[in-house]
């Protein structure tokens, strides 16, 4: 069983940055493919980046491509999420979830096993 923490979320301002950590226990993190969701009020959670076991693979949605970066370091058993030149439309909670499919990237929820609990980021205008 695989415990997912994350950490990280505030109040900023439009165009200013977070990093969003997610801290796993329980498992072995380096077998785990890692993803970032995301839901806004009153929209659907949505996928916003994927990472494969080894941090070689990748996958960012376009709608924050060239803003936010996802990385991993297994010796700490911690993913990240890099948001920079946040929008006010980037405004939601924030989650990490980890996949068993280990070089899984894409979106699809029920390929992700494990969820944290969300940490809020809320970015205003």
């Known amino acids: 069983q695989v415990q997912l923490v994350e950490s990280g979320g505030g109040l900023v301002q439009a165009g200013g940055s977070l990093r969003l950590s997610c801290a796993a226990s329980g498992g072995t993190f380096s077998s785990y493919a890692m993803g970032w969701f995301r839901q806004g009020p009153g929209k659907e959670r949505e996928f916003v980046a994927g990472?494969?076991?080894?941090?070689?693979?990748?996958n960012i949605v376009d709608s924050v491509k060239g803003r936010f970066t996802i990385s991993r370091d297994n010796a700490k058993n911690t993913a990240y999420l890099q948001m920079n030149s946040l929008k006010p439309e980037d405004t939601a909670v924030y989650y990490c979830?980890?996949?068993?499919?280990?070089?899984?990237?894409?979106?699809?929820?029920?390929?992700?096993?494990?969820w944290g609990q969300g940490t809020p980021v809320t970015v205003s205008s």
């Open positions: 990472i494969g076991w080894s941090g070689v693979i990748t």
């Open positions: 979830a980890a996949s068993v499919y280990s070089q899984y990237v894409l979106g699809e929820r029920t390929r992700y096993a494990y």
